[in-house]
């Protein structure tokens, strides 16, 4: 093994250590909160030089068993496996898209109106369009994900063209897109017969991803082959090299002969996609009851903006990200079992991804607070190939 590759391996060693142990921070972070936040907990500290058992004992009854509810919930069933794959399937193919511009030197915020339209299109093809099985699904998907890539591409477009700053631009964007989602729902096209309130139609069977188990479907696996595909596109073929490039150092990509305009329009154009593919997830995997949750303004959550910690804690590279989808995906599943077994509040998972997303993006403090844990020396985590 060359003197480079050592290099490169201890660099890998110490981005792996940093993201063990911003989790390992952010559990004890969650601890304290938990701990602080329960008023009979918290007065038992009022014995804590005179009869420490008690604090200590109720403090850690407390951690423990909502933390044993957290992982029971993410991964302690079939039904726990079923509902973090189905959380992380859209979170993988978002953060896969997100991850795709920070690699090119961009930054889309708008992968929540790239996924509500995937998820305009998908559901509308689905309860409109009457197709034969199989047909239906990929005409309903392909609708999706050209929806989404046709929005991420004018973000790309207008930034190439304009100059604006693609932050600025897909925030609006992410407005205008939950906007008309939530104009078109109350529309004869989009709204449910015999209905007042702003739901869609049922989609159709054909047009759903077969279930598997429960809410357990062919889209996770959808999810892992668009991961494959991101890998072979961005380190095996042209287009891949060339965004790389850009992303690394735009003028002399351009200085070599390359379209930093054209790039940063395919790039944003992959990247809405992938993201469309998030809300065609959404819109046609069945949900706990074994049917298509109707498409509504909340379908998709708040899955843009998740992708983002995602793509940042799976530091923009495919195996990452799905291991990061899976985590966040466990967090939310278990989130819901927490808070009906241990009365913890379900936003205490949402806490969670942000101080593991925090802790990464700031490793000075993991290797401050872990001395053993020492921070990368280019910790860089968008563009380029240090992200």
Do not use: C
């Not at 726990?80 to 993988?92: E, F, Y």
């Not at 009457?130 to 207008?158: E, I, N, Q, S």
């Not at 964007?173 to 449910?192: D, G, Y």
């Not at 109707?294 to 291991?323: C, E, K, M, N, Y």
């Amino acid at each position: 093994m060359s003197e480079d590759s050592r290099a490169a391996w201890r660099e890998r060693r110490r981005r792996w250590a940093v993201t063990a142990g911003s989790m390992v921070l952010a559990l004890l972070a969650g601890a304290v909160l938990m701990i602080v936040s329960d008023e009979a907990v918290a007065s038992q500290f009022a014995y804590l030089f005179t009869a420490p058992q008690l604090p200590l004992g109720a403090a850690w009854a407390k951690v423990a068993n909502a933390y044993a509810a957290l992982f029971v919930g993410a991964v302690g069933s079939p039904n726990a496996l079923a509902s973090t794959a189905w959380q992380a399937g859209p979170l993988i193919v978002a953060g896969l898209g997100v991850g795709v511009t920070f690699r090119a030197g961009l930054f889309n915020i708008g992968a929540q109106g790239q996924a509500v339209w995937g998820a305009i299109g998908a559901a509308y093809v689905g309860f409109t369009w009457h197709l034969p099985p199989v047909v239906h699904l990929l005409v309903a998907v392909a609708v999706g994900l050209v929806l989404g890539a046709v929005w991420g591409a004018l973000a790309g477009f207008l930034k190439a063209k304009t100059g604006a700053h693609e932050v600025i631009l897909t925030i609006m964007m992410n407005f205008i897109a939950t906007s008309i989602l939530a104009w078109l729902l109350i529309t004869p096209a989009f709204q449910r017969p015999g209905r007042t309130d702003p739901i869609a139609p049922i989609v159709d069977a054909t047009a759903q991803f077969p279930a598997l188990f429960r809410n357990f479907h062919v889209g996770f696996f959808v999810a892992l082959a668009a991961a494959a595909l991101v890998w072979w596109l961005m380190d095996r073929s042209t287009i891949g090299f060339t965004m790389r490039a850009v992303g690394a150092n735009p003028h002399a990509a351009g200085t070599a002969g390359m379209s930093v305009d054209n790039t940063t329009i395919v790039a944003m154009a992959i990247s809405g996609l992938l993201a469309g593919l998030a809300g065609v997830l959404f819109a046609l995997g069945p949900a706990a009851g074994g049917s298509a949750t109707p498409l509504s303004a909340g379908l998709v959550g708040t899955v843009g903006f998740d992708a983002l910690t995602v793509a940042l804690l799976g530091r923009s590279r495919p195996v990452g990200t799905i291991l990061a989808g899976l985590l966040f995906g466990g967090l939310h599943a278990g989130g819901l079992a927490m808070q009906s077994a241990a009365g913890t509040p379900l936003t205490l998972s949402t806490v969670l991804q942000a101080l593991i997303v925090l802790f990464v993006a700031a490793p000075a403090i993991v290797s401050a607070l872990m001395p053993k844990v020492k921070a990368p020396k280019q910790p860089a985590l968008v563009g380029g190939e240090a992200a």
